[in-house]
């Protein structure tokens, strides 16, 4: 849900890390759209997307 990320998202922006997690095998088509949404949010927002093993690469580098 859009909406529901967007309340979370506005107070978590200070954030270094923002974890999303989804399960796609359980999506319908509603879910996809709000999924796709989100990324664009966070995208517009310049977020950069990793996985959880080159996040912890970074801190462990000092990269962050």
């Known amino acids: 849900d859009v909406a ?12 270094e890390c923002l974890v999303l997690q ?3 095998p359980m999506w319908r088509e ?3 759209v709000a999924y ?8 517009k927002d310049q977020w950069e997307f990793v996985t959880p093993m080159q996040f912890y690469d970074f801190k462990k580098n000092g990269c962050l």
């Not at 796709?36 to 995208?43: G, S, W």
């Open 4 to 15: 529901k990320f967007t309340l979370g998202y506005e107070s978590q922006q200070a954030n």
């Open 22 to 24: 989804g399960h796609p």
């Open 30 to 32: 509603e879910s996809w």
């Open 36 to 43: 796709t949404q989100i990324v664009e949010i966070l995208k």
